[in-house]
């Protein structure tokens, strides 16, 4: 039992310390200008009218930090800081977005395939947490260990987007540079704010796969 709860407060403190981080970056870097003052839509709109994206519309979402490209809208959306802010942060997280842009304008196939499995994922996280309930009220080994299956669902689809996340960074960190938008000085710290992001989806697989150890070890204590 002491390795089930040393396996509880590890994923705690991955998670709580890749989110520290995100935010530590984020917030250092929303608090430098970046030397053209250009603001994270008009970085936007330039990524996107460079790479024949015209018809990819950008707008203003609410939130903090709840930027992302909606591929079914197709429209890239900002949280308000980064919509209207003339950062390096807000410059990073727009290049980020547009990432995803071109990669579903270039048909990347683990792309597709994420947006293809996310109710699949979703179904399967839900029913995977009430067979683990039953499995426990009930004592039925083998329906809580059907719920960890289930579960592990959750765990493909992390393995798919981390590559998805890196290379739309490595896209919009591509074409910052090539189109001039941020300084070499102003992308070594675009580039920091954008690895502090992509860790927390490390983090956030390597606390799924403790959390699925942890129910597996449960499983065997009982038994």
């Known amino acids: 039992m002491n390795y089930v709860y040393l396996l509880l407060f590890a994923s705690i ?17 929303s608090r430098i200008n970046n030397k053209k003052g250009i603001t994270g839509v008009e970085v936007a709109q ?32 900002l949280s308000s800081a980064v919509f209207h802010g003339d950062t390096i942060a807000a410059a990073s997280i727009a ?11 270039e048909g990347h196939w683990l792309m597709k395939l994420r947006v293809f499995i996310v109710p699949i994922v979703n179904l399967c996280s839900k029913l995977g947490y009430i067979a683990i309930l039953i499995g426990v009220f009930a004592q039925l080994i083998e329906i809580y260990m059907i719920g960890i299956v289930l579960l592990s669902s959750i765990l493909v689809f992390q393995l798919i987007t981390l590559p998805v ?4 960074s490595k896209k919009g960190m591509a074409n910052l540079e090539k189109l001039s ?40 204590g009982d038994r």
């Open 13 to 29: 403190a991955i998670s709580g310390l890749a989110q520290l981080l995100i935010k530590a970056r984020y917030d250092e870097y």
């Open 46 to 77: 330039q990524i996107l009218k460079n790479n024949g994206l015209d018809k990819v519309y950008v707008v203003e979402t609410h939130g903090y930090l709840s930027d992302h490209f909606d591929p079914g809208a197709n429209v890239v959306r």
């Open 95 to 105: 290049a980020h977005e547009c990432g995803h842009a071109i990669q579903h304008k």
């Open 165 to 168: 996340e890196f290379d739309a």
């Open 181 to 220: 938008i941020l300084t070499a000085k102003e992308r070594v710290g675009a580039a920091k704010v954008l690895t502090a992001a992509a860790l927390t989806y490390v983090a956030g697989l390597i606390t799924t796969l403790l959390e699925i150890a942890r129910l597996i070890m449960n499983a065997v």
